[in-house]
């Protein structure tokens, strides 16, 4: 069970740096 709430904390982080990057690439400030 840990390593499965371990593998959803980084694909939430990961999901979250792509938005932010994605906003950055775009000239917005997020």
């Known amino acids: ?3 499965k709430f371990a ?3 980084v694909f939430f982080l990961l999901a979250t ?3 932010t990057f994605n ?4 000239g917005l400030e997020f």
């Open 23 to 26: 906003a950055q690439s775009e």
């Open 7 to 9: 593998h959803i904390i």
């Open 1 to 3: 069970m840990e390593a």
């Open 17 to 19: 740096s792509f938005e």
